[in-house]
């Protein structure tokens, strides 16, 4: 892409500094929550989260926990000598930058909670492995769930003891529906589908959403194109489907899209006509799931977090296995 | 069996012409319901539907969907031109079927309802295709879990969105236990032993009992008679352990053993002396995660479907896996 | 260790006399529930049963329950003759034992809890095998896995049946928060961890936990030490998060990390540098997970027996799966 030439001389400079290449992987490891093996990208990431703590879309904290967790599960890796080619394309940092996002944003910001941060962060480059180990078998990717995983159990572990503060979780109930009321437009469309986009990273902002497109656009178009579908088709189909406007605005129903669509259309299956039609299938799929996995966690107490990418993304990529050299 | 002939010159027209070919593997998918690649079980099971809704045992809406359910789940597998083998045993019809009768058992009968019943339907030819393929080292088949896994989920969507009416389904509530009142004799036995064989299909019926029974001595008296005896033995169970005798009556207690005793004792493995007593042993374990399975879901206000077969079939053949090359 | 002569001695004696055999057999089963395959580990064991009924932190009935349960699993792996060497070894008593521990510490006494003693604990035998032949590709134990599914799936059917009575359990409800309150000396420290390790086997008595740690350092200092290291770093870390000191107390907070801290460090791993910090670093974990099972499965009104321990374990030792290989 455009940055080939900085991307290369910055590239050699990582190579040849070891305190450069740390950053180089943490920023990689940043890129890589939409899969993207590009330091700019991660940058830029990073760039998003402040600028959504800046208009509101989040907190201070929950931008910088994003940088500690990435940092303390990158470091985790280099501790436990993780394989080094993973390790120097960032597959250890992303799940450390969702948990470090993530526990801010339900917990109050505390001493414990940052602990929590750091060692979770840390905890999820074990996690990571052990997914993929167990995915071994059928060359399967872990995705995120190794966020996933590790956050609802720190969340849950928060419903136990007084040293979490759950305040800024919806608590356990039998039935969280709430109607659709008031009107959908243009512009709440356009809105909703970039705040779906910031959701990705536990923030609520437009500013954010297109920085990140951008971002993403800076490796690839068809992810950056797949994934801005993945997020602007699901709001949607929640609106069509009689979900709540207010939840929808919030980008609460496009996130997880934003992440099957690029997954099963461009980063782990090629761009083929067939593969992009499955990729739209699977944002009605996540879509579904979405509300499914949230109604479910409902009486735990537990937000979905991207389970719902996870499992559209396994079940598209587990069905096309065999299928792929069946067909050749 | 009887049918041998008629079987095998209607295999050799259908052989010939892509249309009955597709009528014939849609009706090998309804037979596939209870393990029959056969298409007159098949024609029997979707006739089952029918008297099922004519006797008042369930709704047409159920019915056709069953029939529009295979037909889109088949359809599929044509479309992604799926492993011809296994698509002509109408492997890839039969999770379609329970969908396509699923759904309008639970949700209102609205359009989003029947764009559901298409759409998933078409979707479980996927999730069949992931399954199986997870279950490749293993050797193991994928039982009706596709078709349970995506009721699960359009179910849970029900509770989240405006467009689909959950009316018929027990809302999420903390416990549902209701004791056992009332006298229940040896009418009520086999009132109850035929409905369970009809409740593997929704239906509430002992005539469309009989029929099944009838379709599935069709191909395999073996079979007939290990499902009969886990739709017939655990209603007992159910009854001795103190069951409410409202849910034995209505079939609710024996419709997943009918399905784990044909899979261990005929299907999978051999009806050796061995296997038709592990299978007896299987009715007692599939009863007990029949309640358990209901129990654990009721907080989430889902219903068990056949996944207390899938959990009891995979313990047993799993565990039977080595133990018979162990033997030999 | 101490008792090799004596050992050497009874294992000549056992193996000459198949009722000896079978006596040799049940005590292992009983050693094995913490990884001892040692007949005076399982004696003792036995006997902390029973002292911990004699001091009232159980009742004869659990410790019955033991014995009978760790002779019924023994006796299935005998009738469907199972793996020898595994079976000698009393890798089929042990999820028997706790079956037979858990079942009438959670339900009342009577003739059909009686029935699920014995038939469950047979079954776990089944479920051992399930499980270990899902596991063999990637080489992992099953650990306590089979009795936790089968006392889970027992105990929520009992919720459903009115001839189980679930009176000693925790009713489903949304939250079971209980804040901190009171002091917590050296103490109540002892005393915790000295009840952490007898909760391993449902019983909540300091001398049974003395007699616990014994067993197991007759077999093997590594273990006794990293599992009291368990037991009581749990409370610890449970007391210093803000858990309920009465929890805590009664060895809720620390059985789980006393199977996990010798399972990562001395059993399944050679106890190097490395592992014994991953032992600890699994104590934490593992605690955290205990709060967290706890809490998610709070609305179904299940206990998490030893879950939490499995689910720690696996993830430490999937993650040190291909470490070990790349690091050397």
Redesign the interface.
Known sequence: MVDAANTSAWKKMADSNPVLEFIDVVLRGSGQVIFMDNPLTGLLNFVAMFVGAATGGTSYEVAIGSVIGTIASTAMAYI????RGALKAGIYGFNGMLVGACLPTFLQANT?MWIFVV?GSM?ST??I???A??L???KMPAFTFPFVLVC??????G??????NTTGLA???????T??TGTWGFADWINSGLTSMSQVWFVASKWSGIIFIVALAVESLWCAGLSALGAFMAPVI?Y????NIGDINFGLWGFTAALTAPAVGCVFLQPTTRNILLAI?SI??TT??Q??????L?????PSFTFPFNLAG???L??????DT??S
Do not use: E, H, R
């Not at 509300?291 to 479910?296: E, K, L, M, T, V």
């Open positions: 436990i000598k993780a394989n414990l060692v905890f074990l996690v492995m052990a997914v180990n167990f071994t078998p059928y609802w159990l720190i969340v849950a572990f419903y136990k003891v007084g040293g979490l608590p356990a109930m039998l039935t969280d529906f109607a659709q929640a069509l489907t009689g979900a299938f009605f799929v579904v799931f509300g499914a996995i949230s109604a479910i409902t009486p735990v107490g537990l396994w079940l598209f587990f069905a096309v296995m065999t299928w069946k067909s």
